[in-house]
């Protein structure tokens, strides 16, 4: 079983339509991170976890909703999403939010917004 | 201004070359943590390695080696004998003392492509 996954792996949705993306570790780390890789991007940090609070919000769009109902799992609710939300929307986690803490990533939703 | 910088966009080398990934970083912390993650076809970024500030030594693990410059504010990743199994996207990352959230920052990234 693997650290980190992700469902779904791919996901095509309408811009009116409603999602979630799904993270569930299984390391037993107290901190989950939300990232964006789009193409001849960086890699954008969208939100932060710590022990289930949010700690970290980097100015991203309110159609993106995130929920840490507990340390294991971590959820991206989408609505309204327009063409240039399509990205590879990647979960990670850490054991804490100390400094040089190593983070381990899931394989990532491939999200195409049409 | 970027604080981690990779300018190599795409490298394309045939297998059993040597090849080196560059990365350039800037922070005015003396305390601070530089990692390598590899990123292959299947999308998850894999964790390779990582170097605090006040360890500059050359690190090799196989046919990898890291060599860490304060000097040049340099950490540069050279894999030896490279391999098709190589191909990916690497990523170079820092992770700062200063700011207080210890997220790493990650470069764009430099995509290695090993033909057989």
């Known amino acids: 079983e693997t650290g980190v996954t992700q469902t779904p792996r791919h996901l095509v949705m309408g811009m009116t339509n409603k999602k979630s993306l799904k993270c569930e570790q299984h390391?037993?780390?107290?901190?989950m991170y939300w990232y964006k890789q789009s193409a001849k991007k960086p890699l954008e940090l969208m939100f932060v976890?710590?022990?289930?609070?949010?700690?970290e919000n980097n100015s991203v769009p309110s159609r993106f909703s995130p929920e840490c109902p507990n340390s294991s799992h971590l959820f991206l609710h989408l609505h309204t999403l327009q063409p240039e939300d399509s990205a590879l929307y990647l979960c990670?986690?850490?054991?804490?939010?100390?400094?040089?803490?190593?983070?381990?990533f899931g394989s990532g939703t491939q999200l195409s917004v049409l | 201004a970027q604080k981690v910088t990779q300018a190599q966009t795409e490298i394309s080398v045939v297998e059993k070359e040597d090849v080196t990934l560059d990365c350039v970083y800037e922070?005015?912390?003396?305390?601070?943590?530089l990692f390598w993650y590899k990123q292959p076809p299947s999308g998850e970024l894999v964790f390779l390695i990582r170097?605090?500030?006040?360890?500059?030594q050359n690190e090799i693990s196989g046919r990898y080696s890291w060599n860490f410059q304060k000097s040049t504010s340099s950490f540069n990743f050279t894999i030896t004998a490279s391999q098709v199994v190589d191909s990916a996207v690497y990523f170079c990352?820092?992770?700062?003392?200063?700011?207080?959230?210890?997220?790493?920052?990650f470069g764009r990234g430099t995509s290695l492509i090993v033909h057989p």
């Open positions: 922070t005015r912390d003396t305390t601070y943590y």
């Open positions: 976890y710590s022990l289930e609070e949010r700690v």
């Open positions: 170097r605090n500030s006040f360890d500059e």
């Open positions: 390391l037993g780390h107290n901190a």
């Open positions: 990670a986690s850490s054991q804490g939010q100390v400094l040089g803490e190593k983070l381990f």
């Open positions: 990352a820092l992770s700062e003392a200063s700011g207080g959230s210890y997220i790493p920052t």
